[in-house]
């Protein structure tokens, strides 16, 4: 199995974490593709004495939890050195092996003036704020977009790094003491804190992309791991409540240099209810007692940035909808634990928009923004489900809800997590 693509059929936090950590055992690379520190795996490891270990990685690919496997941070990501950094201080003070970490050398880095403009942006727009994570994302890409980014190789050479960060600080300088009021960076400042990493990361970097397909032609397998997911997709999510990268299956291509033809299966991690944090429209969204309960029973709370999540019954329409962008192989549904205990447990089937049924995505943004969910209902159990180890350990109920899912999702359901620890999981079809 060369080359596998883990990505996230809704909103996020659809517990990727999990299942590339389930998959990471079989794995040669885990590489991140795209996005930065916006993201948030917790990853449960439980130990041989019986305990748990929990981490919570935000910039890292969480293969680097795994022995043995060599995690690569590709082209398509926005790297924050002193985050990076952060964590990997905070994994070998917890006796995690670092030493295998690559860094693409054509990664774009988060200036400080990024960070601060995603932050000041986001409280000029106002009541049109995208609600993001304030970690300098948005800006970053854009800079890359606009050909005025910073590349991690661009630290390795002062006098290129010095000329393009007085291009940016130019216009960026402007914007940030004329429209926004607030003071600007100077280019001795930011150059000092970019070239003080430029030792440290110096053995970590390389072309991944080269890597990569060297590692695909001895026949060993790379596992490419998506941050946030399908609806936050800057080409095909929610517009402008996104993030600013390709969480799609497509994005792991260009965000590593794995070309398409040489990736065999796409994972789509798919929660048994949906979630989302920011803003931006959500059909199926709870704003009563069942919301508390799926926020409460779910830990629905954000790994990067604590803000509780907007929480929603199983839409799948958005499924579908996911299955065809990136081609899905296999649906892993998780945290259906969650649901246990519910009398009966609605799931979307497709929308209302003005009267007219739309089974699949509604074309336009503004019909999606008050499409009403038309549910059918299912009958709930009442039995924990933490247990389950294969699907006829599932009550009856679980199981019909699988399968009808399953049925209106678009790909088959290989994988069920019943609890957040890699073993609390049911294996229909092995991804490997
Ligand atoms: P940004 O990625 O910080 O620019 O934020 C843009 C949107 O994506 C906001 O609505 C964020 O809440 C959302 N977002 C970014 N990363 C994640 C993630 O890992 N999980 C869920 N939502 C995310």
Redesign the pocket.
């Known amino acids: 199995m060369p080359a596998i693509t883990i990505i996230g059929a809704q ?3 659809e517990g990727k974490g999990k299942a590339t950590d389930l998959l990471g055992e079989h794995v040669d690379y885990v590489v991140k593709f795209n ?1 930065g520190n ?3 795996h917790t990853v449960v490891i439980r130990q041989e004495d019986g305990t748990s270990e929990k981490y919570a990685l935000h910039l890292l690919p969480s293969g680097i939890l795994t022995a043995g496997v060599t995690p690569v941070i590709g082209n398509g990501v926005v790297v924050d050195l002193a985050v990076l950094f952060e964590e990997l201080t905070g994994l070998e003070a917890r006796g995690v092996d670092i030493s295998k970490l690559k860094l693409s050398a054509s990664a774009h880095v988060i200036a400080d003036y990024n960070r601060q403009l ?1 932050k000041v942006t986001e409280r000029f727009l106002g009541s049109r704020k ?6 300098g ?2 800006p970053t890409y854009a800079d890359k977009v606009n050909r005025i980014g910073i590349r991690v190789q661009d630290l390795f050479d002062e006098s290129i790094l010095r000329g393009k960060v007085e291009g940016a600080l130019e216009l960026k300088n402007q914007l940030l003491s004329k429209v926004y009021n607030r003071r600007g960076f100077t280019v001795d400042a930011v150059v000092e804190d970019l070239l003080s990493y430029a030792d440290r990361i110096a053995p970590m970097v390389c072309d991944t992309g080269l890597l990569l397909n060297q590692a695909l032609d001895r026949g060993e397998t790379v596992l490419l791991e998506g ?3 399908t609806l ?1 997709d800057v080409d095909h999510g929610t517009y402008p ?4 990268s390709n969480a799609t299956s497509g994005g792991a291509c260009t965000g590593s240099g794995i070309p398409p033809t040489r990736i065999d299966r796409v994972v789509a991690i798919v929660k048994a209810y949906t979630t989302r ?4 429209p959500f059909p199926t969204e709870l704003f009563d007692a069942s919301g508390d309960y799926l926020r409460d029973n779910g830990h629905e709370f954000g790994t ?1 940035t604590g803000r509780p999540r907007r929480c929603g019954w199983y839409d799948a329409v958005i499924a579908r909808y996911a299955a065809r962008v990136n081609g899905v192989t296999d649906f892993v549904l998780t945290k259906l634990d969650v649901l246990d205990g519910l009398e009966e447990i609605p799931v979307c089937v497709a929308y209302d928009v003005d009267g007219v049924r739309h089974d699949e995505m509604p074309v336009n943004q503004s019909d999606f923004h008050h499409a009403k969910p038309i549910f059918e209902m299912l009958p709930g159990w009442k039995e924990d489900i933490s247990g389950a180890r294969s699907f006829a350990d599932l009550p009856a109920n679980a199981q019909a809800y699988v399968k009808y899912v399953e049925e209106i999702s678009g790909a088959p359901m290989s994988v069920i997590g019943v609890g957040p620890a890699r073993d609390e999981t049911v294996i229909i079809n092995s991804l490997t």
Do not use: K, P, Y
Request: proline content about 0%; glycine content about 32%.
């Open positions: 909103w996020g936090d996005g916006n993201a948030g995603d995208i609600g993001t994570t304030g970690r994302i948005g941050g946030q997911a936050l409540f996104v993030t600013s944090v920011g803003e931006g990067t």
